[in-house]
């Protein structure tokens, strides 16, 4: 009989120190495992840690003097609402760019993803998909569509079959809006920041608003990609200069003959840094304004004397949203008016996506 | 058969060990011996495995910068109140190529300014660190004055929601103390605060980014 407990076994016995090492390596396959996991908690831990963010609403952190406030322009007074909206239908395109009225009543939206043509009343008639974004859209009295692309104007019949392209433009070309005088085309090309005047065919016949000191012409200032042109019933052009926060009537020789607005964040001003983005003209030469910053859609008379407001910034909810939590603008914040044949004010949202109908309240004085 | 082997068979000295008869049974030393063999190794794997991961994350440390997204900046302030130093090392930078060098910057002056100049009552920003320099008319250009700013984030709230977002905040990286615990990244509200490879810790936008 043994002098050693039963239970304390041999060092020499090989099947006990075989148990023994297994125990272990167990020991250490658990203890690793667990250190292993413990690790992989503590890391995400970590990571959770450094991501979890203050919860905390956005309130600035420092002092009204250290903070941007634009507040008090972002409501306007009722009593200057010349239009009422009474309806409004989403434009359905990936991002809509600009709109244009027809001569029937018609409502084109052109932008990411094609062009979509409405009744007056908002219904979807046509819709034209197209691979390369439009930024500008023109119908011909044959009914054939201008559509303005980067680099080129695609001409479409009116069902939208391409009939031809015209690339042999400047280089740079970015045609932001589109209008037509007789036999002239006048294309605004916001990437060369002049006004090009084009034949029937699309060939170039001359530049207007290039600077030229000699001609009193201080040229185009175009900051961003926002610039229109359009035809009034006087015979002149009229074309945004958005950086001097005007708009500037020119003759189809490219003369300068009148220019109106001035830029302030009051109503009756033009705000930002780069203003009117878009805007249309009524039968009596009077207009309708867009700005971004603060989207407002504004009336002015022929003289370019403010008269009210078509909507102001209130009415454009999320567009506020975007701008007071600072995300960054460009291309897919501006507002964009048309004026249709009954008089009404379609106006687009670019960032809602949505068609507004715009009608006036009272009978014009 | 004397001195004939089968083909196959190996041989061994007398005395090698191999040729001994098996024992009974592992020598108590030796078993001991191989336990503590076995455990110091399995010691020094661990020891090298941990020296291997501290090292390791050392090193994912040492790549990798804090920078703000611009696209996801809300401009609310907290760049210039939370970081560690005393003025803090996120700064206005200014892409050069995105700006319109704009007559009426709303990044360098107050929504409503008395004149179209320098005047300190026309400027934004609270501690003058924009300057403005006439370039051609009606065209200037902005730049910032780095000791001057302190990430408040004025200039590039009037930037982006006027203008086209060439005013954006970047955390400095010859300033950063790189504690890889950055306090403004936890305060952040909006997340803008991401890991960006030290090679390049910077996040522009457009061309001709100056000003960092």
Known sequence: MSDEPPNNPSPADPTQLDRARRSLLRAAAWGGGIAGIGGLVGLSANRLARRTPAREAATPALGREFTYDVERFQTSDPALLRFVETARFPAGLERARNLTAGPDGSIWVVGTGGIRKFSAAGELTLAIPLDRPVYALALRASGEILAG??????????????????????????????AIAGPHILVADAGNRVVLKLDA????????????????LRGFVVPSPYFCVRMASDGLLRVTNPGEHQIESYTLDGDLEAAWGTGSFA?????????????????????????????????????????????????FPEYLQAANAG???????????AIDPAGRVLVLDVVGGTVRIMQRKEPKP | MTGGSNIGERHYPAQHPLNDPPKPGPSPALNRRG???AGARGLG??????????????????DTRWQINPDLCIQCGRCATACVLQVSAVKCTHSYGVCGYCKLCTGYFEPEP???DEGAENQLCPTGAIKREFIEDPYYEYSIIKELCIGCGKCVKGCNMFGNGSL?????????VNCDSCAIARECPALAFVKVPATRPYLLRGKGAAGK
């Not at chain 1, 479409?156 to 740079?172: E, H, M, N, R, Y």
């Not at chain 1, 995300?327 to 008016?337: E, F, Q, R």
């Open chain 1, 201 to 216: 065919t699309g060939n170039k016949t001359g530049v207007i608003g290039a600077r030229d000191p000699d001609r009193n």
């Open chain 2, 114 to 116: 008395i004149n179209l």
């Open chain 2, 168 to 176: 954006y905040l970047q955390v400095n990286h010859d300033l950063c």
């Open chain 1, 267 to 315: 109503v009756a001003g033009f705000c930002g840094c780069c203003n009117p983005v878009s805007f249309d003209i009524f039968p009596d030469g009077s207009f309708v304004t867009c700005e971004k910053g603060l989207p407002r859609v504004k009336l002015y008379d022929s003289a370019g004397g403010f008269t009210g407001l078509v909507a102001g910034p209130e009415a």
């Open chain 1, 327 to 337: 995300t960054p603008h460009s291309l897919g914040s501006g507002i964009y008016a």
């Open chain 2, 45 to 62: 794997l661990l020891g090298f495995g941990a020296a291997a991961g501290w090292l390791g994350a050392r090193e994912s440390k040492s």
């Open chain 2, 35 to 37: 336990l503590l063999q």
């Open chain 1, 149 to 178: 692309q980067a680099g080129q104007i695609s001409v479409l019949d009116a069902k939208g079959g391409v009939l031809t392209v015209w690339s042999d433009l400047p280089a740079g070309l970015l045609p932001t809006s589109i």
